[in-house]
């Protein structure tokens, strides 16, 4: 991890559970040099976290304003931080 490495935190509502969200972020997040994690929450939302440099972090959130085919994204909340380092890589939280 450099200096110049941030963390993408975002939330992402509409039909994004059952269609494929979750693992279509999970290999896009890796074919980005991406590490982190993303995850269904109960309220229907997906939220995930990711770190890396800003120019990746930036095309991951421009791919989860759409996601995978079958997804229909309402509404994309994101915050930007530092990174901390405390990934190895990106996974699917259950």
Same mark, same amino acid.
């Given at each position: 991890?450099?200096? %110049?490495?941030?963390?993408?935190?975002?939330?992402? %509502?509409?039909?994004?559970?059952?269609?494929?969200?979750?693992?279509?972020?999970?290999?896009?997040?890796?074919?980005?040099?991406?590490?982190?994690?993303?995850?269904?929450?109960?309220?229907?939302?997906?939220?995930?976290?990711?770190?890396?440099?800003?120019?990746?972090?930036?095309?991951?959130?421009?791919?989860?304003?759409?996601?995978?085919?079958?997804?229909?994204?309402?509404?994309?909340?994101?915050?930007?931080?530092?990174?901390?380092?405390?990934?190895?890589?990106?996974?699917?939280?259950?």
């Amino acid at each position: 991890m450099t200096a %110049s490495h941030l963390r993408l935190r975002a939330l992402v %509502s509409g039909r994004v559970q059952g269609v494929y969200f979750r693992a279509s972020t999970r290999e896009r997040a890796r074919e980005l040099g991406l590490v982190g994690w993303v995850r269904n929450l109960p309220d229907g939302r997906v939220e995930l976290c990711a770190e890396g440099p800003r120019p990746a972090l930036e095309a991951l959130e421009r791919w989860c304003h759409q996601g995978p085919p079958a997804a229909r994204v309402d509404g994309l909340e994101a915050r930007w931080a530092d990174a901390t380092g405390e990934f190895a890589r990106f996974e699917v939280w259950r």
